[in-house]
């Protein structure tokens, strides 16, 4: 037997429908009334005393590490004039942004909250390297409005790189909170930010290959639905492009959308597949292998960091102005979305088998079926886009790129036993 809910034999007072539309009216007019009348959100005292940013010695950083080499104005709006806010600066792919636009020349202003979700230690590493090459790494929320609005009033940027978010599939059986937080809430404060501002700056992001979700048909290409994600991170990155397609729609808002596919190299992501594969392989801990239905192979479009960074340059240079000011639309704005893969899908058995090389250690391999985690069975990226409107062509193999991985993670972590726990 069913149980039904209580409310199912609660019976409606017998109002008639005006007076129930006229009450109805009034408390719409009241909560209008409220969210309208009602103050700025206040910087709690418990934000103001947890504050790592603030003052005129912040501002002056702020000021120097967002100035561009050269001040005068460039024709082509390339290289060396533009001023970049960088979120998620201290993670994997923003602080090898970050480093190249600075070394090209732009200013760099970084902004990250250094949370948890993996090793921050990994994360104040990349901030130190990312100091001494001049970029400024300001530690917040990307939630925080006020500051926000504060980098705004200090530096009008000509670009924001959104790459702040919560990564990774698995993680959100976990924690499904954070990924709302810093994916769907934060994507919307820095959308907001950005259409406040005055000059409005162009805004590239990070979506993910991930939105493909349980499609079949490969390679994945940009005109394909996207309506099946197979996580709750998946999600979010659909819902951002959503997003992204209504602030450009109301605001006037320059957006890009890059969907990087399965990101690798040196400085990389510990809760990634690869690099704890190393880890693992090292310590002679065994490591698990997933398969299909039919024991047939998972594979990844692996994509390496250099190839994704020109990527991302391609996509700043090649981005249209906002035609928005100040919170009005002037006219229609570039929407765009890219798909940043290295078109040529490898079974993560060979990539095992590339690590054993590299790493001269035999694996203990379990392999097991795919478990429902959010994992999908393969990602294969259909570039023709990218390539035409972002002159973006990656050249870098699987083999080529591990080399790198492996020499990089060798250094890091050697004769360092507590970086690698
Ligand atoms: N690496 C990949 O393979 C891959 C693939 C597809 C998409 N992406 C996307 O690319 C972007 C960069 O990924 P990554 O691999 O460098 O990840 P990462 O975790 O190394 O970097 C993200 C950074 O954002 C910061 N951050 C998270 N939430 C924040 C918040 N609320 N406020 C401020 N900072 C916050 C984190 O501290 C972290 O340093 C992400 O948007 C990710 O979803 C990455």
Known sequence: ?????????????????????????????????????????????????????????????????????????????????????????????????????????????????????????????????????????????????????????????THVVHLAAQAGVRYAMKNPGSYVHSNIAGLVSIFEACKSANPQPSIVWASSSSVYGLNSKVPFSEKDQTDKPASLYAATKKAGEEIAHTYNHIYG??????????????????????????????????????????????????TYIDDIVRGCLGAIDTAEKSTGSGGKKKGVAQLRVFNLGNTSPVPVIKLVSILEKLLKVKAKKNVLPMPRNGDVLFTHANISSAKKELHYKPTTDLQTGLKKFVHWYLEYYSGNSEKRS
Do not use: C
């Not at 690798?264 to 698990?288: C, H, S, V």
């Open 253 to 302: 808002l320059s957006i890009t959308g890059l969907r990087f596919f399965t990101v690798y190299g040196p400085w990389g992501r510990p809760d990634m597949a690869y690099f704890f594969f190393t880890k693992d392989i090292l310590k002679g801990k065994p490591i698990q292998i997933f398969e299909g239905p039919d024991h047939s192979s998972v594979a990844r479009d692996f």
């Open 1 to 157: 037997m069913v149980d039904r809910p209580p409310y199912v034999h609660r019976r409606w007072p017998n109002y008639s429908a005006p007076k129930l539309i006229f009450w109805a009216s009034i408390f719409a007019a009241l909560i209008l009334f409220l969210i309208f009348h009602s103050p700025p959100p206040e910087i709690s005292s418990e934000r103001r005393t947890a504050a790592t940013w603030g003052g005129l010695n912040w501002e002056k950083r702020v000021q120097i590490s967002a100035r561009p080499r050269s001040n005068s104005p460039s024709h082509s709006g390339g290289a060396g004039h533009l001023s970049v806010l960088v979120t998620g600066a201290a993670g994997f792919v923003g602080s090898h942004v970050s480093t190249a636009l600075k070394r090209r020349g732009d200013g760099v202003v970084g902004l990250d909250n250094f949370n948890s979700y993996y090793d921050p230690s990994l994360k104040r590493s990349r901030q130190k390297l990312l100091e001494k090459s001049g970029v400024f790494v300001v530690e917040g929320d990307i939630n925080d409005a006020v500051l926000l609005h504060t980098l705004f009033d200090i530096v009008a940027f």
